[in-house]
């Protein structure tokens, strides 16, 4: 019986994330650079890629995502997608994309595959020597 609870609320999280209502709350636990969670649902920052936090720069990622964040309430709007156990979505802060923010920090790159260019002008800003310092993961060229 547990089981079955279990397993219908795994349902009602996944069609409430894919059905593209917005997710809203505090931050819970900040998993790496590009991973956080509300209420225990997994959300992926879509369109950015940070290093891992066994790679050279991502527990600095990590920290920079945790410090964008436990200030406030984040809504992340859901783009459809999911990866893993992630919903892949947009998330703001007030009216700051925390993806830009990311990139514009300088610990994360913009993703063109998945942002179609969103943060482009972010990485232009954060300068040549974040390309040179996380190279950009193959997944992210188109």
Do not use: F, W
Not at 54 to 70: I, K, M
Not at 126 to 136: D, F
């Amino acid at each position: 019986m547990l089981a079955r609870s279990a397993a219908l609320a795994l349902v009602l999280v996944i069609a409430a994330c894919s059905s593209g209502k917005p997710l809203e709350g505090r931050v819970s636990h900040v998993r790496d650079g590009d991973t956080l969670e509300i209420g225990g649902t997994a959300i992926r920052l879509s369109g950015i890629a940070a290093p891992e936090l066994d790679q050279p720069g991502g527990r600095e990622a990590r920290d920079a995502l945790r410090r964008l964040t436990r200030s406030g309430h984040v809504r992340c709007d859901p783009t459809g997608e999911t990866n893993s156990d992630r919903t892949i979505a947009v998330c703001r802060l007030g009216e700051r994309d925390l993806g830009e923010a990311m990139v514009q920090l300088g610990v994360a790159r913009d993703c063109p595959r998945y942002s179609r260019g969103r943060y482009a002008a972010a990485e232009r800003q954060a300068g040549s020597g974040l390309a040179r310092r996380y190279p950009l993961p193959s997944y992210c060229q188109r």
